[in-house]
């Protein structure tokens, strides 16, 4: 991709076209009320919009050392399969329930102790998810040093993980997303105000790599 902050303001257009950035009033994982919402759950349906948003991910996941890949269960389950597709890079599957039966296993794949393992996620707000995948995944001996994720919603998760070994390698901030919205006429500049505004009354101080 020659230009990749130009391919992400188009993929940006691409999701809210398909109804996966809504706006509105909706809460988040954490509690919090939230006047946008990403939900990337949809492009399960649009496979060209996924192979688009593995495309980006492509781009900045070869600046990082590892050796499989690791989706955040669920919406992050077939992200992660697209980029090992579009890679041939192996990739885990952690369970978010523990399997009682057979090998009762709660990482499933092919892996051995000290493998570098990347972990991939749709949106970040306080990164709660991505440090429960990871426990699971270090308790099977996997190291967990990365994380690379669609959208820093700017809450804190970026400076959460950071603080217990992780780097967040975020394709786009929640700020930049609105940016691109307004640009492409998608919204209005109330809208990306009262997102702005949401964002500054919620933010915690980050410490996070962007590509854009």
Same mark, same amino acid.
């Given at each position: 991709?020659?230009? !990749?902050?130009? /391919?992400?303001?188009?993929?940006?257009?691409?999701?809210f076209?398909?109804?996966? +950035?809504k706006?509105?009033?909706?809460? $988040?994982?954490? =509690?919090?009320?939230?006047p946008?919402?990403?939900d #990337?759950?949809?492009?399960?349906?649009?496979p060209?919009v996924?192979k688009?948003?593995?495309?980006?991910? +492509?781009?900045?996941i070869k600046?990082?050392?590892?050796? +499989?890949?690791?989706?955040?269960?669920?919406?992050?389950?077939?992200?992660a399969?697209?980029?090992?597709?579009?890679?041939s890079?192996?990739?885990?599957?952690?369970? !978010?329930e523990?399997?009682y039966?057979? $090998?009762?296993?709660i990482?499933?794949?092919?892996?051995?102790?000290?493998?570098q393992?990347?972990?991939?996620e749709d949106?970040?707000t306080s990164? @709660?998810?991505?440090?429960?995948?990871?426990?699971? #995944?270090?308790?099977? =001996?996997?190291?967990?040093t990365?994380?690379?994720?669609?959208? /820093?919603?700017? !809450?804190?998760?970026?400076?959460?993980? /950071?603080?217990k070994?992780?780097?967040?390698?975020?394709?786009?901030?929640? @700020?930049?997303?609105?940016?691109?919205?307004l640009?492409?006429k998608?919204?209005?500049?109330?809208?990306?105000?009262?997102?702005?505004l949401?964002?500054?009354?919620?933010q915690v101080?980050?410490?996070?790599?962007?590509?854009?």
């Amino acid at each position: 991709m020659a230009n !990749q902050q130009e /391919n992400l303001k188009a993929f940006a257009v691409k999701l809210f076209n398909i109804n996966a +950035i809504k706006f509105g009033e909706f809460k $988040t994982k954490v =509690g919090l009320m939230t006047p946008v919402y990403c939900d #990337l759950r949809v492009m399960v349906s649009y496979p060209n919009v996924m192979k688009t948003l593995a495309d980006l991910l +492509i781009h900045e996941i070869k600046r990082i050392n590892f050796d +499989i890949l690791c989706g955040v269960p669920y919406t992050a389950l077939p992200i992660a399969t697209a980029v090992s597709l579009q890679t041939s890079i192996p990739m885990v599957m952690r369970r !978010q329930e523990p399997k009682y039966h057979g $090998t009762k296993k709660i990482v499933d794949g092919v892996f051995k102790a000290g493998d570098q393992c990347l972990i991939v996620e749709d949106v970040v707000t306080s990164g @709660s998810s991505i440090l429960e995948t990871v426990k699971d #995944l270090q308790n099977e =001996g996997l190291k967990c040093t990365d994380a690379i994720v669609f959208l /820093n919603r700017e !809450q804190g998760g970026a400076a959460n993980l /950071n603080n217990k070994g992780i780097t967040m390698h975020a394709l786009m901030t929640l @700020s930049q997303l609105v940016d691109y919205l307004l640009e492409a006429k998608c919204i209005d500049q109330e809208m990306v105000e009262k997102v702005k505004l949401y964002i500054r009354d919620n933010q915690v101080t980050e410490n996070f790599k962007s590509v854009a």
